[in-house]
């Protein structure tokens, strides 16, 4: 149970009555009327699926979900094929996907490198990825926070004179696979740092899924003393089964983008076995459930998430696909 | 390029059910309105109470049919985990569940812990009875928010069974044996559909003025989402108090977790759930059942909020169940428990 045993015991007790007290400040008591949901299937979910994809698998999956209402499906990642094998064919699969117009397809471009192939591919979108954790960031990208914002901020200041809107992630926001713990006031002031060098939005990774609504109460209270709430975004991981539960909180507390995977692909890098991405079908049957409106046709996604099981020779992590409606 | 925020006061949700939101449009149900005062927010709880059902509710519905040795054992292990009450067996015809044929000899084999509960399910007197002579100290009784429900599942209309548990919360209370009642299909019926929330109001008020200490409100096929679960739990607290209400969700959809938070976030401070996940849909072939124990320990735990419960040896219990079982956890804490 290292993973597990690892992360909770450094977690600071702030004790019950603390957090209810933040519960009652925090929470507007509301949800938002509109939800955006960004799809990050054939990009995040891919990446972390052990299958290769055939390209025209990918185009075809992405072209299913731009058919469904979804608003934002992230693409592809122009890193090094080297690093990411399952991303080698990201021009290809740019190029070759039929572009909605109501639909935008963000790309994650990790240095001016990337930046320049996926502009050069007719990216319109980009995102980078930065992390709240020191050692996550040498680990998973090989250089510090400093750095890496020095990289970011050359492509932003690229993307802005190409009006190319830039989009923020922050890994590890509720939890590190090597840190454990850390602290809200550090998530805030990467957050900030991505957000005043120009990303017009930030998505809070809670990488692991180690997060709870407590914690995920906490740090949203943090992070939108420094950043307005309707920049943010909330990327949870079903890990530990909180996703949903997560995903409620920060829509208490007034945030209305969040990111979801298509058959909830892409397991979790740090535990064998277990789920990574929280599903787009079950999120969506949450907000369809509370009367948030998110312009998706969920029957359609499910179509999505079964012809990728399909491709990938594998079942779906979404439970509202696995109940199909069978109940009745 | 910000979302644009207009928030939609909570009380303009609507209550859908699954089938409905497989559309975007979910136009089919005009929002109801639905008065979510300030006592809707109160404090989390600083304990919340766990009922542990895998032994019975998941157990029986597990293909699988396991060894008496097994149950005795599984129940044994959850004893020394710090649950509080672990639903032993039931007292139904082995006829119709032979998954619990061996009730007696489970309910004489166990290792009762001191302070630790273990409430037999007891459909009417006949069941009680028996369950009193086999060592019962508590029972529980199953209604139904649905008549379809009650005639497919219990043979009788909602009304009859009320008559059959007022028999045994009378024999239970001369006996001095605590009654625990429980409402199945309260966010929606796999027959009927959608279930007023009236109508689960109704029941569990009839339960709870017979004599049943507690009220465990079950979304019987996990359809409920936190919009059904708040507008019913707003109409069931006003007949009966939120103090004797318990929340049993299933995962079915995935929502258990969020629901049983919005259940904690409007006072209720017992909730029921099943090691491992066990136990599956009998409605959904393949789907999932009961919301797996550490799953909601994890949350729990991760609030700040006391269980007295030990999530190791929970999950050693669900390793041990799934073993015997031969299936894989439902769980996914259970199922991230690895070495990095």
Not at chain 2, 259 to 268: C, E, F, K, S, Y
């Amino acid at each position: 149970y290292g993973l597990l045993l690892g992360t909770m015991p450094r977690r600071k007790h702030v004790g019950n009555h603390a957090v209810s007290l933040f519960f009652q400040h925090a929470l507007t008591h509301e949800y938002p009327e509109y939800v955006k949901i960004v799809e990050v299937g054939p990009r995040d979910g891919l990446q972390n699926e052990k299958e290769m994809v055939p390209t025209g698998v990918k185009i075809r999956l992405i072209d299913m979900l731009s058919e469904t209402g979804l608003p934002v499906i992230e693409a592809t990642s122009f890193v090094s094929s080297k690093w990411v094998p399952q991303m080698a064919d990201h021009t290809e699969v740019l190029q070759g996907i039929q572009k909605h117009s109501h639909v935008r397809y963000p790309v994650l471009t990790p240095n001016m490198h990337g930046f320049k192939d996926a502009v050069a591919a007719g990216a319109t979108e980009v995102a980078v990825f930065g992390s709240a954790s020191e050692t996550f960031s040498l680990k998973n990208i090989n250089c510090s926070i400093d750095e890496s914002m020095l990289r970011f901020q050359e492509i932003i200041c690229s993307a802005k004179q190409q009006q190319i809107p830039v989009r923020g992630y922050v890994s590890c926001a509720l939890g590190c696979p090597y840190e454990g713990h850390l602290e809200p006031t550090k998530v805030a002031e990467v957050v900030k740092r991505l957000y005043e060098l120009g990303c017009y939005e930030v998505s809070l990774g809670d990488t692991i899924g180690v997060g709870t609504p407590g914690s995920m109460a906490k740090m949203l209270h943090t992070v939108m003393k420094e950043v307005p709430h309707s920049a943010l975004a909330v990327h949870c991981h079903d890990t530990h089964g909180q996703a949903l539960a997560n995903i409620l909180t920060a829509l208490q507390m007034g945030i209305c983008v969040v990111d979801s995977s298509v058959a909830g692909l892409g397991g979790c890098p740090y535990a064998h076995g277990a789920s990574g991405n929280v599903s787009t079908e079950d999120v969506l049957y949450m907000l369809h459930g509370i009367g948030v409106r998110t312009g998706v046709d969920l029957s359609k996604v499910i179509l999505a998430g079964d012809f990728i099981c399909e491709a990938l020779n594998r079942k779906t992590n979404s439970k509202v696909a696995q109940a199909r409606g069978e109940c009745w | 390029m910000a979302a644009v925020i207009r928030f939609v006061h909570r009380s303009t949700f609507s209550c859908r059910m699954g089938h409905q939101c497989l559309s975007s449009s979910c136009s089919a149900a005009v929002p109801k309105s639905v008065q979510v005062g300030s006592s809707a927010w109160k404090a989390l709880p600083e304990r919340v109470k766990i009922v542990e059902v895998g032994p019975r509710d998941g157990l029986q519905n597990e293909k699988t049919v396991v060894p008496t040795e097994v149950k005795i054992h599984l129940i044994d292990m959850l004893s020394e985990a710090g649950l509080p009450v672990i639903e032993a067996t039931s007292f139904v015809s082995p006829k119709w569940v032979p998954q619990m044929a061996d009730q007696v000899e489970v309910m004489k084999g166990i290792r009762r812990r001191p302070g630790v509960a273990y409430p037999v399910l007891t459909p009417n007197l006949k069941g009680f009875q028996e369950a009193v002579k086999a060592g019962a100290a508590e029972v529980a009784i199953f209604g139904a928010a649905s008549e379809l429900f009650s005639k497919k599942n219990i043979n009788c209309s909602v009304e009859e069974s009320l008559q059959r548990f007022e028999e045994v919360t009378k024999a239970a209370k001369e006996a001095g044996v605590p009654v625990r009642g429980y409402v199945s299909c309260v966010l929606g019926c796999p027959y009927e559909g959608k279930v007023s929330p009236d109508k689960v109001a109704q029941v569990a008020k009839r339960l709870y003025s017979m004599g049943c200490y507690e009220i465990s409100l079950g979304d019987t096929t996990g359809v409920g989402t936190p919009g059904g679960m708040t507008e019913m739990l707003e109409v069931v607290s006003r007949e009966v108090p939120v103090t004797a209400l318990a929340v049993h969700c299933h995962d079915t959809y995935g929502q258990a977790l969020a629901n049983i938070l919005i259940a904690l976030q409007m006072g209720v401070s017992v909730v029921d759930s099943s090691v491992a996940g066990l136990g599956g849909c009998p409605y959904a072939q393949g789907a999932s059942g009961n919301v797996a124990t550490e799953d909601v320990v994890y949350m729990l735990h991760g609030l700040g909020i006391q269980t007295g419960v030990d999530l190791t040896k929970v999950m050693d219990a669900g390793a041990f169940i799934c073993r015997s079982l031969n299936r894989k956890t439902s769980s996914k804490v259970a199922q991230a428990s690895c070495k990095l």
